[in-house]
């Protein structure tokens, strides 16, 4: 257990990868865009999920945490 100690079975591929296609249109270098159902290619990313419960709880929890602090603190957190 390296890092999250999940099963295997927990990290899925999801997003263009996973379908073989894109969905949207997207910018590439250059200001060209890459138009709707493109094929997946070399220069796609690959977006990865990690699927459980535990962790979510876990950093929801830490989220919540560090909420309350920032609030607390009158600390104001920009938007991104």
């Known amino acids: 257990c390296a890092r999250f100690c999940v099963p295997k079975q927990a990290i ?8 073989g296609f894109t969905l949207v249109d ?4 250059g ?8 094929s997946f ?5 690959v977006d990865v999920a990690i699927v459980s ?3 979510f709880d876990k950093y929801w929890k830490i ?4 909420s309350g602090v920032l ?10």
Not at 41 to 45: A, K, L, R, V
């Open 53 to 55: 419960d535990s962790l």
């Open 71 to 80: 609030r607390t603190n009158h600390i104001e957190v920009p938007d991104i």
């Open 26 to 29: 997207k910018p590439k270098p």
């Open 12 to 19: 899925v591929i999801v997003g263009s990868a996973k379908l």
């Open 31 to 38: 200001g060209t865009m890459r138009p709707r159902y493109s």
């Open 41 to 45: 290619s070399d220069t796609s990313d």
């Open 63 to 66: 989220a919540s945490l560090l």
